[in-house]
């Protein structure tokens, strides 16, 4: 069955870096759309980053120029690179799968999500 494990969270002061890595499993990870969302308690889920199976790359305006999505299909693995952390980019980020190739935007385009990991930026 389809997995998505995050890692890589952790509390950072602002102007600080993290990385987060997605490691996937249980299907053709090369041939799916894959995203990071955040979400903070109270609010909706919102979209971070995607990168399409061929690997072009849609940002939130929030985090454009500070944050790179990347993805190592040899690896099955998902990156999020976060430069400049702001204490507005504090939530939970998800990393999520398409349900095919190339990417949308909504939370309604992605099926499967996984647990989750905990960015903390203090100021």
């Known amino acids: 069955q389809v997995q998505l494990v995050e890692s890589g969270g952790g509390s950072v002061q602002a102007g600080g870096s993290l990385r987060l890595s997605c490691a996937a499993s249980?299907?053709?990870?090369?041939?799916?759309?894959m995203g990071w969302f955040r979400q903070v308690p109270g609010k909706e889920r919102e979209g971070v980053a995607t990168i399409d199976s061929d690997s072009v790359t849609r940002y939130a305006y929030s985090v454009k120029g500070r944050f790179t999505i990347s993805r190592d299909n040899a690896k099955n693995t998902l990156y999020l690179q976060m430069n400049s952390l702001k204490p507005e980019d504090t939530a939970m980020y998800y990393c999520t799968r398409g349900w095919g190739r190339f990417c949308a935007t909504d939370v309604s385009d992605f099926n499967y999500w996984g647990q989750g990991t905990q960015v903390t930026v203090s100021s």
């Open positions: 249980g299907y053709t990870y090369s041939a799916y759309c």
